[in-house]
């Protein structure tokens, strides 16, 4: 729809709504910066230069530039829903973002798809989501939900929805499993996102003529050279878990920016409110030396090329009156947003409340009675070792250690001088009771349990601990409030954080989930765990596409040879 | 549809179709020069690095690059169908044109257009059109056709239309007329391209602000400049009768690069022959020192993203394998064109033959019969001036010259020594024997006329001369063969070029209308003409929507004020 209201300001023929006199306008396009007036009506760009307007701001020579694009988030990460999300990342300049809600969709499915897009329709953020593609991310595990292809091609007729979201299933695509390559064809014509990291050579040249256009795995920077030869987008990422940024800036010049965004992937409260969100990587990208226009153009053109959101990512006519103001170049701390030309946040503040409704279909979700669940560990007779996760400090991915258990009475302990905790993982979706068990090194705990809802990605109920009373107490404390973090120790609940929307987020404040979220962190720190986020890896420990060996409701999987395997080393499974 | 077998081969499970060993690779991508294997099957690229192939290719360090793309070209200025446009231009590497075939679809309307895409259908280049949005260009003249929005609409469903093609009438953009509004918002999320000479300020702001996303009418650097800084991709354009290009290689940097794209525009046989196509374009900005990574991507990868065209512009899985070959990266002279795999052209000669299909659809759409037209020009009265047009040279603009008649036995007659001759523009698609009638200036001829089907945008018959019996010959030579070009002296023909296709195009070979039009111009030469091409100059005298003194079959156009005007000055029209 063309809005003739909006050529008669641009024109000259009516006044614009409003203008902005001497920006320093950051110009993507001819990428450069450049003095302009620029003139807003109907929440769109009019034109430049000075001309009438109800209403004036002078910028007195601050800079002017796109509202920032997050190429890839899980919203999940943040632990609030959309709208709180929102609140959370708009007052740092963010206006556009593209979800895989793969999170709630591995709860909930379809409707939970459609809570993340309704969640967020009202609110002053622009919020696209891809369809997730991995759900659940392997059948060696119990999620709430499966979409297969006819159940995501139904995504197809949302507006919201651009595309495919990350096809994690990268052996299957290069294979050319019927089932991924469904998933692919449902989208022809349409963004497809990938997730490969470290593939590489013939391997890759399929997952990339199987159509996939873009990754945000890369680690080392040949490995994300590789990729833009052949064609993909990279998004340069730095998540809370995954600080891949610095290593791939030399990537950026010139000649291949033109390929590359930025995106958070997931980061958590503390890293969005400390740090920041997309905001936080451009200006890592200029302290590390990358050209200003440059930098902003992996947070705004590109990923609007990429995504083809034509009506945005560039100040420039019939464009959205997407905007942000700062005042240093080399340090860009975000002070006025505009989104659609209405101001929506100032000085790192929202200026607009939001109302989640989480009504039924998104709550009560974790279907476990704590207190009938077997969490035993019986030794089954004298010596052998057994299979232990091996945590690795700040990776998502684990070693297989081959250990000697504690055994008392008959049954495999914790024993946090070895640092050998217990963990579970308990399904949670259906009420079927199925508890995977095992054992834990690297976790620190000296006494007490962790727990939590939050497990990639089939979101089962995780716990570990150095007792089977405290794992019990944390159990509780999470199913309680139907879902969330939390710390116990033997019969007392010490901290925890209510996330009751699909265990995965809370409606309430950011910032009130973030200072439960400190009360946890310095409880588990008490109880003896040194890790920098021990909830974020314990929710790790079960996403079993990631080597070597992990945890699911169905016992321990192998992620190298991707198969269930017994927690005694040499025992049939 | 994802091809299982070019996975297969991809990741190496299957033999290539053919592999190019050692190629210097043009990699517009990551926008460097590589050492490459490239393998190809089913058509597409497979992947990179030595593997098995059925044929291997040995290039031997000669370049190889995606096959070039024409952004906007009006076949029809080549005078052939476009099955032997294709045996023109492929040789020169174009493998993709993008068409605006608003020439045939003023005289033949949407079967025209149809025309146009089933004649290219079946060769070796790939030929996309735009809906020709302005037919007829005005109301002052009489066209074949004419189409609305909803005829516009009715192409959204080809396969081979992108979009809404160059949309000419600016100023009712600008003005936001609903005609032109309706014919853009039928095109809603489609490509639209633009034609807006030396617009500028609040009113390209407009145009801009409408959805239009290109212009290939710039001729000054700072225009050029003004729209890239408003978002319109900017197309370089190197036509016969526009040479543009140098003014704006300038333009072409790093930072700019990637929203300009190089495009022919119209270019008659001789120049497609002499000079070439976008390969001429690409060797002119090589040579004025335009690095040789971006004077690709201007012909390449720009256009292919530009035009959402994500299967070429690029060597990299999955896309088409439409390549080039060539030894001097300084200066590109292309040797092997591969089409979807195949080789299609070498040597600079065409290794396909084509059969154009011209049924009676698009023949016979010269209505005229030149005996009993009144071309007669009386004086009415004695003194007083009147309008002459005056061409300038090698433009397509006009001037308005105010003069006194030759006068003789009470007819205003030519005056080869004063450089004065009759035009007139005769209504060829319905058969009303409407005359428009004028005097032109700057033509040269001393004796003689020449007449033609091709006069844009309408395409009626448009004849010059120094006395009556020549222009009727002239007449009767194009007519008899169902339109062409021809050039007479009394009552013998003395050359002619039949284009028998909607009076516009041949569809015998370019090498053989190329000679034909050489005749033309020797014959024309030979009457006293001195302009370079005096063919395309006459064609141009009758677009009105150029300034400034234009003529159509309605009569002598101020194209300034857009209004008929009378042959008398002060006369009332």
Known sequence: MIEKELLAVARGDRPADRLFRNARLVDVLAGE??????????????????????????????????????????IESSLVVPSQFARAVVPRGVTTVITDPHEIANVLGLPGIRFMLRDGAGVPLEIFANASSCVPASPLETSGASLDAEDLRSLLDEPRILGLAEVMSFPAVVAGDDGVLAKLEAFTGRIVDGHCPGLSGPALDAYVAAGIGSDHECIRLEEAREKLRRGMTVFLREATNARNLEELLPLVDERSERRLCLCTDDRTPADLMDEGSIDHLLRKSLAAGVDPVIAFRLATLNPAEYFRLPDRGAVAP???????????????????????????????????????????????????????????????????????????????????????????????????????????????????????????????????????????????????????????????????????????????????????????????????????????????????????????????????????????????VDADRFEIVPLRVGASS
């Open 318 to 556: 019939g464009r959205r009156a997407d905007l942000v103001t700062f005042s240093d170049l080399r340090d860009p701390r975000i002070e006025e947003v505009y989104l659609a030309g209405s101001l929506v946040a100032e000085g790192g503040d929202p200026l607009f409340s939001v109302s989640p409704e989480t009504d039924e279909t998104v709550r009560g979700t974790v279907e476990v009675d704590p207190e009938t669940l077997d969490l035993s560990l019986p030794a089954r007779g004298e010596g052998g070792r057994i299979r232990v996760i091996g945590i690795v400090p700040d990776q998502i991915l684990t070693e297989e250690l081959h250990l000697s258990p504690t055994v008392e009475d008959g049954e495999i302990v914790a024993d946090p001088d070895r640092d050998l905790l217990r963990i579970a993982v308990v399904e949670r979706h259906r009420g079927s009771g199925r508890v995977g068990r095992g054992m834990v090194r690297g976790f620190g705990l000296r006494r007490g349990a962790v727990a939590g809802t939050v497990a990639h990605d089939h979101h089962n109920l995780i716990v570990i601990g150095a007792d089977e009373e405290s794992m019990r107490t944390a159990n509780r404390a999470v199913v309680e409030t139907g879902g969330g973090l939390s710390v116990a120790r033997d019969g007392e609940i010490l901290a925890r954080l209510p996330l009751p929307v699909a265990g995965l987020m809370s409606d309430r404040p950011v910032e009130e989930v973030r200072r439960e979220m400190d009360r946890l962190l310095s409880a588990v720190r008490d109880l003896g765990s040194s890790l920098r986020d021990p909830f974020m890896a314990m929710s790790f420990l079960g996403l079993e596409v990631i080597p070597s060996l992990k945890i699911t409701d169905r016992g321990l």
């Open 33 to 74: 910066i450049r003095e302009a007036h620029v003139a807003v009506a109907r929440g769109r760009i009019a034109g430049f230069g000075a001309r009438d307007a109800r209403e004036e701001i002078d910028l007195e020579g601050r800079y002017l530039a796109p509202g920032l694009i997050d190429a890839h988030v899980h």
